[in-house]
């Protein structure tokens, strides 16, 4: 193989608070997003697996926080995104996308309704400081509006066993009940050892699981607790490599993948995160037009024969013309299959496509997306 | 820490050689398959193939990247690792044992000076 490619970098990536645990547990750590994470420890198939037979902890703290607060909140929020964020209750949570001007998705993000004038919008890590910057440009003196990604650690409790888990954790004592009935993007605030915790029923990997918000200082205490208490149960922990993995079968979109500035969440399938109809919002000219003229391209779920792997940017062709390229491409682990998304011309969507493997064109099949879904998961 | 055997010679492209008279024993090293993470397919060069030193002669798959191999010397290829089909997994579990990829019958045992001891194989990967 070629010479190991280290990456040349001036800026010194930022750690989570959970730096140097991850090197306890062994974790092999890589520049992601300008942060130090875990890629993998003990394999990445090994964590991949863990999470669908049992559960994973995943350290998430590159994720961008920013509040948006105040009197004005709630219209600032709905003219950022383009879910419909009026639905939204007190502790309930809405998966959206924030658009251009001209329809291109800047970031997709979770809102969390803390109250009605209190909102948490969590954001790639990768745009945490362009959407930063967007959301108080946008939002002028309209709302009070923080990058809080400094307050916030970020684990994630991912598999079939983590209810179970978290309920057996003694530092999570305080939060058994609503661990217990949390339901589907739902969240809860609470206190565990003097110190405030949000916790949320979502995440990244198609299985049921956790999500949770807490101090740094408070963070490896709870990573300590959780691995305690989950290790019985299979708990591991989890990287980067598995989590994309994971995320790749449930065929969630990535930013920088499925969704970028010149991709519409029309063509990344994301239709059902577009609310016309909600009033006013950045983007929705743009979208409702784009909506008319039909998608442009379209998203789907390729598998190739035997293992090679049909990597983001392989060309797709449908006979020989070249009608779209791979956005992300894996092999699957639970599924045994090597998988791909990709974004192709709309016209060319039904049609036999073969993807170009390193000068090799390989048939596909064309599958039903997502790839792995779990019923559990929305229980 | 990587596992690097005294005996063996490298390429500086992370191959292993072992030599027994005129035959190599090519395979991937252990820090290799530590960087590559998970493979799950390999392609190698089928029996009687030419090969010359340097040249790429097979690649190896892993769920996160993709890296060709290359021949550390030039010569025939006697045998591929036919266990690697069912189990390419080896690779990462027994790099310097079952994992091995090729035998090949060297043309100019002679190259085996270009490549690197352990020690100097060692400080390559800065370790």
Redesign the interface.
Same mark, same amino acid.
């Given at each position: 193989m070629s010479p190991a490619r280290r990456r040349c970098t001036t800026e010194t990536p930022r750690k989570t608070a959970l730096h140097a645990w991850h090197r306890e547990q062994g974790g092999k750590l890589v520049d992601f997003a300008g942060w130090e994470l875990p890629v993998q420890y003990s394999g990445l198939l090994d964590e991949h697996r863990a999470v669908r037979r049992a559960a994973g902890l995943f350290d998430v703290s590159h994720m961008g926080e920013i509040t948006v607060e105040g009197p004005g909140a709630l219209a600032a929020v709905q003219r950022l995104v383009t879910n419909d964020c009026a639905r939204l209750a007190d502790g309930q949570v809405l998966y959206t996308v924030a658009c251009r001007e001209d329809g291109g998705v800047l970031d997709d993000l979770l809102v969390y309704r803390r109250g009605p004038e209190r909102f948490l919008l969590v954001v790639n890590a990768a745009n945490s400081d362009k959407l930063a910057a967007w959301v108080a440009r946008q939002l002028g003196g309209a709302a009070a509006v923080r990058d809080a990604s400094a307050d916030f650690a970020q684990l994630a409790v991912q598999g079939p066993a983590s209810r179970e888990l978290l309920l057996a954790c003694p530092l999570l004592a305080p939060a058994a009940d609503a661990l217990r009935g949390l339901p589907f993007y739902h969240f809860a605030e609470l206190q565990i050892a003097g110190e405030p915790l949000i916790v949320s029923r979502t995440g990244y990997t198609g299985e049921l699981g956790f999500e949770f918000y807490l101090s740094p200082a408070l963070a490896p205490r709870l990573a300590d607790a959780l691995l305690a208490a989950g290790r019985p149960c299979g708990l591991q922990p989890a990287g980067l490599g598995a989590r994309d993995t994971l995320r790749f079968e449930a065929s969630y979109c990535l930013y920088g993948h499925e969704l970028d500035e010149q991709t519409d969440p029309f063509e990344a399938g994301l239709f059902w995160l577009v609310k016309l109809d909600k009033g006013d919002f950045i983007g929705r000219d743009a979208l409702r037009a784009r909506k008319d003229a039909a998608a442009a391209r379209r998203l789907v779920g390729l598998a190739l024969p035997g293992r090679k792997i049909a990597r983001q940017g392989f060309c797709v062709f449908a006979g020989d013309e070249p009608v779209g390229a791979v956005t992300s491409g894996s092999f699957a682990p639970t599924l045994e299959r090597s998988l791909a998304l990709a974004l192709v011309s709309r016209g060319a969507a039904g049609a036999a496509l073969a993807v170009e493997v390193r000068g090799e064109r390989l048939a596909a099949e064309t599958l039903k997306l997502p790839f792995y879904s779990q019923p559990a998961l929305r229980a | 820490m990587s596992d690097i055997p005294g005996q063996l010679r490298y390429t500086?492209?992370? +191959?292993w050689v072992s030599v027994e008279g005129a035959i190599a024993t090519i395979g991937?090293t252990d *820090?290799?398959q #530590? +960087?590559? #993470?998970?493979i799950?397919?390999l392609e190698l060069p089928e029996t009687g193939t030419h090969v010359g030193k340097g040249d790429p002669f097979g690649?190896?798959?892993a /769920?996160?990247t993709?890296? +060709?191999? *290359?021949a550390p010397v030039t010569g025939e290829v006697l045998e591929t690792n036919a266990g690697l089909e069912a189990h390419?997994e080896l690779v990462?579990q027994a790099p310097y044992g079952e994992g091995w990829l090729v035998r090949i019958r060297m043309s100019d045992p002679s190259e085996l000076e270009q490549l690197l001891d352990s020690e100097g194989y060692r400080e390559? /990967?800065g370790e």
């Open positions: - | 500086r492209e992370h +191959e991937l *820090y290799a #530590g +960087e590559l #993470g998970d799950i397919y690649t190896v798959e /769920v996160k993709v890296e +060709e191999i *290359y390419p990462n390559q /990967v």
